[in-house]
């Protein structure tokens, strides 16, 4: 179990850090061996805190992204986790799974029709974006598979550099998850034994991937995010049925 869980918490964190989304292939395994859905929440969500820092702070030291562009992300990422972690008990996983195909779906399609201009430049106005960082620090904290997606669109959509846009998606995830596993821990859902292998493949992953995200064109960035979510998308169809 150990060696599964190291491994699994690996491969979800390396896929996670370049498009997001690793939770939707962690966490059926988790439920198949048999953790309970709340622990198998619980965690992604510790390892997610872990191995989403990690990254950040490698890309803040390689000064791929500024402090001061980071921090205005913390009261709301937070206090979506935390509201998210809130209402959990009341809303199956199985209601946000299909709120989550709906929103993987619109996303892939605003990523398929948009042509971005030449001159677009990246939003300076980070406020126009706090309802829906809000709204997705929510989810997160909630259920939580495809929301680093979520993420990537949104920065990337908004005229981000790739780079930039995995940097504050690490940020954000770290913060929900923090939020959100608070109030999962609080409920004594958290297994020590299954969370700390996981948590420690999860690290190693995130560093693995972290070190390869400057290497990858704008290009083929967006290819690997529309293959992800494309598979995202199937996965989640066919748990629903």
């Known amino acids: 179990m150990m060696i599964l869980m190291f491994m699994t918490g690996l491969f979800v964190a390396f896929i996670g850090t370049f498009a997001g989304s690793g ?13 309970p859905v709340h622990t198998a929440i619980a965690t992604a969500k510790f390892s997610n805190m872990i ?35 809130l209402i959990a008990s009341y809303i199956s996983p199985k209601v946000m799974e299909i709120i989550a195909i709906l929103l993987l779906l619109f ?13 677009e430049k990246e939003s300076k106005n980070k406020q126009r974006l706090s309802p829906l960082l809000f709204s997705i620090a929510v ?39 923090t939020g959100a596993f608070i109030m999962y821990f609080s409920n004594d859902y958290f297994d020590w034994k299954v969370g700390i292998p996981f948590a420690l493949g999860g690290l190693i992953g995130a560093q693995m991937a972290v070190r ?7 290009k083929n960035a967006k290819l690997l995010l529309n293959i992800i979510t494309m598979l995202l998308i199937i996965q989640l169809i066919y748990s629903l049925f």
């Open 212 to 218: 390869f995200t400057d290497k990858i064109s704008a």
């Open 107 to 119: 996303a892939l399609l605003l990523s398929l029709w948009k042509k971005p201009s030449k001159n």
């Open 139 to 177: 989810y997160d904290g909630v259920f939580g598979p495809g929301q680093a997606t979520l993420l990537m669109y949104l920065y990337l959509n908004k005229g981000f550099q790739y780079i930039k846009a995995v940097a504050f998606t690490r940020f954000q995830t770290f913060l929900s998850c």
């Open 23 to 35: 939770g939707l292939i962690g966490m059926p395994i988790m439920l198949i061996v048999g953790l």
């Open 51 to 85: 191995s989403s820092f990690s990254s950040f702070y490698y890309l803040l030291k390689m000064k791929k992204v500024e402090w001061n562009e980071a921090r205005n992300i913390i009261p709301i990422a937070i206090t979506g986790g935390i509201t998210g972690g």
